[in-house]
């Protein structure tokens, strides 16, 4: 729902421009409701509404069926004969994933591209002596990248249409020199390398898993450094925004993005897009305040929430028959995007090199099943809206559902309560409810209520858990009703309420999954 159009706001201020170059007056009713901080840069917008990516684990570890790799598998490990970016990019194109972040490294150190800084990667393995060998003289943009996954995967992405991002593990569990200054500017070269081989990426990944036991060159040891100061995360920052400005920085404490806080792949319904900035770094202990933000944070940083298609992140043969479900994966979306989130599902690729026929399936499904439930905005089918506060025209509910995201319903000043109705021709079955908060000027909804006409009685709608916060998008599920009207109440807000969209959908057979909203969030024990 709500199409991007960006000369929406320019057209408004150059109205007003108009106005004011002419001598005429600007009301009240005019003017766009003033930006409440912290906001996100137009880049972190486009990231969320891009809604859904894909994760993709490789590496030795898929071949030693390992998780976490130590840093001392062998080089020979490593041979996906198979190997197909673009069979990646097409089965993640079907599966709704609008982008693609890959472990360039991971925490064993093995580098997925020819680094000129390491031995230890691609370069050395049998893999990319006969991928070379098979490339022959093909010359061009395409010969040059065989070999070299990152940009094998960073072709069939253009191909596709698919954005790219990359991941670059801070900890190596491999390097003689981790721990050392040394090793820090290895890391900032490799880093350069991504940032300026493989053209425009979206988003940049920094994981919190930082300094342990390793293979160190063989030493074999625990090696601890200070997370908070030992890479210089701000001159990693730096570098990224030279290269790439318009990518996302992951890492639990952004600065473009936060994990979640758990593995599991949801945020909780209260989560909040800001987070006390100095508060968090990479490996922050307090993970479980990712889950909902920090409610007066200082800085625009919204959630992520990763999730592996599996129980593991790297491929494991003894787990195809444990691929999740089609419909634990539209749970799971509803309680990520529809959680003013994004949802990073993983899918493991095989040791041949592939995306398992099962993760495809699986993937495919789900995404079907999003799009036939939210198929068809019941409101925009002639419904009518009644506001009991709008700005003016400029700002009326025909912004609600005009498709448009850069239109959008506000309130007047001081105005931070206020009730929607939305009328039915008819008595309509609904199921499902969409809001959304226009976010470049802000997240404002601390809490609302949603009712539903019984005959002629408003009743409440349970829809399973709280409603508190929006931000970019909240969706709502609960058993079917049949109801003329719906009633949606804003109760507070941290000022003038500046809605983009509501949407009301009838979702067919879905009532078997309406028992996954009902659980406890605040009981579950979430661990890293």
């Known amino acids: 729902m709500n199409k991007t159009n960006p000369t929406a706001t320019c057209k408004r201020l150059l109205y007003i421009s108009f106005c004011l170059l002419s001598g005429l007056s600007v009301s009240a009713q005019d003017e766009a ?9 137009k880049h972190q917008v486009a990231w969320q509404q891009m809604e859904t990516y894909a994760f993709i ?25 198979k190997l197909d970016c673009e069979q990646w990019a097409r089965t993640l194109k079907a599966a709704g994933m609008n982008g693609v972040i890959i472990t360039a490294k991971h925490h064993d150190g093995f580098c997925l591209w020819p680094s000129k800084y390491t031995d230890y990667c691609v370069r050395n393995t049998p893999w990319y002596a006969s991928r070379t060998a098979r490339a022959g003289a093909s010359g061009g943009e395409e010969g040059m ?5 990152v940009g094998e995967l960073a072709a069939a992405c253009k191909k596709y249409g698919l954005k790219m991002g990359v991941y670059l593990s801070p900890w190596d569990r491999h390097q003689a020199f981790y721990g050392t200054p040394l090793y820090v500017e290895y890391f900032y070269a490799q880093l350069e390398e991504l940032m300026t081989r493989y053209g425009e990426l979206f988003e940049v990944w920094f994981d919190g898993a930082n300094g342990g036991d390793g293979y160190y060159g063989g030493a074999r040891e625990q090696r601890e450094i200070d997370r908070r100061t030992y890479y210089d995360f701000p001159r990693a920052h ?12 992951f890492s639990d404490g952004g600065p473009g993005c936060r994990w979640v806080g758990n593995e599991k792949g949801y945020a909780f319904p209260t989560n909040w897009s800001f987070l006390r900035i ?32 599996r129980p593991g992140w790297f491929y494991h043969e003894s787990e195809d028959d444990r691929v999740k479900t089609p419909e634990y994966l539209t749970d799971l979306y509803y309680r990520s995007v529809g959680h003013n989130g994004t949802l990073l599902l993983n899918f493991p690729v095989d040791r041949d090199g592939l995306i398992h026929p099962n993760d495809s399936m699986n993937a495919v499904a789900f ?9 068809e905005n019941l409101l925009a089918k002639g419904a009518t809206v009644s506001a009991s506060d709008t700005r003016g025209n400029a700002f009326s509910t025909k912004a609600l559902t005009d498709d448009n995201y850069d239109t959008y319903w506000a ?10 109705t939305f009328t039915f021709k008819r008595a309509t079955l609904v199921n499902r409810l969409a809001l959304q908060e226009y976010i470049p000027l802000g997240q404002r909804v601390k809490a609302f209520t949603v009712e539903y006409l019984d005959g002629k009685q408003w009743q409440p709608l349970d829809v399973g858990e709280e409603t508190t916060t929006i931000g970019y998008k909240r969706l709502l599920r609960f058993h079917t009703i049949s109801t003329k009207a719906i009633r949606v ?11 983009n969209a509501v949407g009301a959908y009838y979702a067919a057979g879905a009532e078997a999954t309406y028992k996954a909203d009902t659980r406890n969030y605040d009981q579950q024990k979430l661990l890293r």
């Open 57 to 81: 684990h490789f590496g030795p570890n898929t071949f030693q069926d390992r998780e976490w790799g130590y840093g001392d598998a062998p080089l020979d490990c490593f041979n996906p004969t």
């Open 278 to 309: 100095n508060d968090v770094y990479p490996g922050y202990a307090h993970f479980e305040e990712l889950q909902s933000g920090h409610a007066d944070g200082d800085t625009w940083v919204a959630s992520e929430c990763d999730v592996s298609i």
């Open 489 to 499: 109440s804003i109760t507070e807000a941290r000022g003038p309420l500046c809605l």
């Open 33 to 41: 409701p003033a930006p409440i901080a912290p906001l996100p840069t």
């Open 367 to 375: 995404h079907q099943r999003i799009q036939a439930e939210l198929k």
């Open 145 to 149: 990248m065989k070999g070299d996954i």
């Open 238 to 249: 730096r570098m990224v925004f030279k290269h790439q400005p318009q990518a996302i920085i």
């Open 411 to 420: 309130t007047h000043d001081g105005i931070t309560s206020a009730t929607l």
